[in-house]
């Protein structure tokens, strides 16, 4: 009985190839996926003033909001790195206006949250900071449909600029 009950959880945790069985085919869009990527990432640049390559971006959701956050990923960076403040700086300032072009010019889309992010922006708070490798914008509001609105934002954010942040708020 042990030798069968061995025998039986070995074949399921073993994976035999079949012959003549082949990889499942790549994703036909994948040609696609990485040009639409390659080309959000030079209006990005454009837009921000900054190379992509050289910062990296992270968007935060947390319960009250979240946070745009971008460092130069070399420390000794400076033009990077003036580049990210003033680029954040304007978007802390355009964001409190209800100006949302800048993302706009990125995504070539309103972005997901963005007509309840103008309607609401006399309840949000853009606040920018400056960090040691660049800055943050960090986005706060005690309304319940802007701090979705922000979520809803930020997660587009995650997703177009692949940039592999959690898309849930953490409790801090």
Same mark, same amino acid.
């Given at each position: 009985?042990?030798r069968?009950? &061995?025998?039986?959880?070995?074949? &399921?945790?073993?994976?035999?190839?079949?012959?003549g069985?082949?990889?499942?085919p790549?994703?036909?869009?994948?040609?696609? %996926?990485?040009?639409? #990527?390659?080309e959000?990432?030079?209006?990005? #640049?454009?837009?921000m003033?900054?190379?992509?390559s050289?910062?990296? %971006?992270?968007?935060? /959701?947390?319960?009250?909001?979240?946070v745009?956050q971008?460092? +130069?990923?070399d420390? +000794?960076? @400076?033009?990077? $790195?003036k580049?990210? $403040?003033s %680029?954040?700086?304007? !978007? +802390?300032?355009?964001?409190? *206006?209800?100006?949302?072009?800048s993302?706009? @010019? !990125?995504?070539? *889309?309103?972005?997901?949250?963005?007509?309840?992010?103008?309607? =609401? =922006?006399?309840?949000?708070?853009? *606040?920018y900071?400056? !960090?040691?490798?660049?800055?943050?914008v960090?986005?706060?509001? @005690?309304d319940? #449909?802007?701090?979705?609105?922000?979520h809803?934002?930020?997660g +587009?954010? /995650?997703? #177009?600029?692949?940039?592999?942040?959690?898309?849930h708020? %953490?409790?801090?």
């Amino acid at each position: 009985m042990k030798r069968f009950l &061995l025998l039986a959880a070995l074949a &399921l945790t073993t994976t035999v190839p079949v012959l003549g069985a082949e990889e499942p085919p790549a994703c036909p869009l994948h040609a696609a %996926h990485s040009k639409a #990527d390659a080309e959000l990432d030079l209006r990005g #640049d454009k837009v921000m003033g900054f190379d992509h390559s050289q910062t990296i %971006h992270h968007f935060l /959701i947390e319960p009250e909001g979240g946070v745009i956050q971008v460092e +130069a990923t070399d420390p +000794a960076d @400076s033009e990077s $790195r003036k580049a990210i $403040r003033s %680029h954040l700086s304007d !978007i +802390a300032a355009m964001f409190s *206006r209800g100006d949302f072009s800048s993302p706009y @010019s !990125i995504h070539q *889309r309103v972005m997901p949250g963005v007509p309840v992010l103008i309607q =609401k =922006k006399d309840a949000i708070q853009y *606040r920018y900071e400056e !960090i040691e490798k660049g800055a943050r914008v960090r986005i706060v509001t @005690s309304d319940a #449909d802007a701090v979705a609105a922000v979520h809803d934002f930020l997660g +587009a954010q /995650i997703g #177009d600029h692949r940039t592999g942040d959690p898309v849930h708020a %953490h409790e801090e």
